[in-house]
């Protein structure tokens, strides 16, 4: 099979791991950046050996390509995305999928209209230890799902900001570029969201978006779950410090970021640690718990997103995060913007 001509757009943080894994795969190739014109691009682009445009529908007319990785800011994406859409060029789209749920709407729409594959950037959802965590669920270990308690609790320095500052404003704070994950792995862990209450500060970095935010979850199966996020928070519990997916991050083996409790156990991910009732008479606070520790595979999912990528490009595999997925992960987000606006309970 021939080399998939692959386009990135944004070579920002995320970005560059992403040409990266292209560069990386045997079965794709960089051929194309869409970036602004500024010299530290040109430098990326030179590293990687491929054209530079300045945007993507001038990209489109000067290349043939068979996909496009959109990474740019959250405000730029459905832009982007429709142009390569109704170019007929299937396109893997940062999450957010949008920065208003409006707008996702628009280029879910845009997808439906012209048939083109769209896939979102929930990498999360290519993860062993996500695949593992479902199944154990699924295989009813746990009995009956009732409660989940997580928490991205993490420290971004200062140079986070000063490398992107449209992360300081509307639509870049970490609701919209860290929890949205989060809200992926919850609806795959416990099903779908139906009402959501939350609280927002951000009194410590004191910029126009959030820094913490505390959110009560009602799922569609009557479980409940709360949740902690924070990016000024001197903590060890977010996925990036505690999975091992990405070496990039220290990693802290006695932390977890997710407890999901059912009536007969409790696992703890991802360090896979189940506590359970091995009978239905054994079940008291009064009894011990046994225990079983489940392999940890902290493999890069990001690298598992591209190879679903190329494959839903070539026709042999369907999107692991659909459009649709995207659009309502945003929707939950959408409902929590408003629950904290409005101080109430909302239903996405």
Not at 96 to 125: M, S, W, Y
Request: hydrophobic letters at 40%; aromatic letters at 8%; proline letters at 5%.
């Amino acid at each position: 099979m021939r080399e998939l001509a692959i386009a990135v757009v944004g070579p920002g943080l995320i970005g560059r791991k992403h040409l990266e894994l292209v560069e990386q795969s045997s079965a794709a190739r960089v051929a194309a950046i869409v970036a602004p014109r500024h010299a530290k691009h040109q430098v990326v682009a030179q590293r990687f050996g491929a054209p530079l445009y300045h945007d993507v529908s001038t990209m489109l007319a000067s290349e043939m390509v068979d996909g496009c990785i959109i990474s740019s800011p959250n405000k730029f994406h459905v832009d982007q995305a429709t142009s390569c859409l109704e170019a007929g060029i299937p396109v893997l789209v940062e999450k957010p999928i949008a920065d208003t749920l409006d707008a996702g709407e628009r280029l879910l729409g845009v997808a439906k209209r012209t048939n083109v594959r769209l896939l979102v950037g929930h990498h999360r959802a290519h993860s062993p230890i996500m695949r593992l965590s479902r199944e154990i669920i699924d295989s009813q270990r746990l009995g009956r799902v009732v409660a989940v308690i997580g928490s991205a609790m993490f420290y971004k320095p200062d140079d986070y900001f000063e490398a992107g500052p449209w992360r300081k404003e509307l639509g870049g704070g970490p609701i919209l570029i860290n929890l949205i994950h989060e809200i992926g792995n919850l609806r795959a862990l416990c099903g779908e969201i139906v009402c959501v209450q939350a609280f927002a500060s951000s009194a410590t970095r004191q910029f126009a978006v959030e820094d913490t935010a505390a959110i009560n979850f009602k799922f569609a199966s009557g479980a409940l779950g709360v949740f902690m996020l924070s990016d000024t928070a001197a903590s060890a519990r977010s996925w990036e410090q505690t999975s091992r997916e990405n070496p990039s991050y220290p990693h802290y083996e006695d932390e977890d970021c997710y407890v999901v409790s059912g009536t007969y156990g409790t696992l703890s991910i991802p360090s896979m640690r189940l506590k359970f009732y091995s009978e239905a008479g054994a079940r008291s606070w009064w009894k011990p718990l046994s225990q079983e520790q489940f392999p940890v595979q902290g493999d890069d999912p990001l690298r598992h997103q591209l190879e679903n990528f190329i494959n839903v490009i070539r026709g042999s595999e369907d999107p692991v995060v659909t459009g649709f997925d995207g659009v309502q992960n945003l929707r939950v987000v959408e409902a929590i913007f408003r629950s904290i606006e409005r101080g109430t309970a909302v239903q996405p």
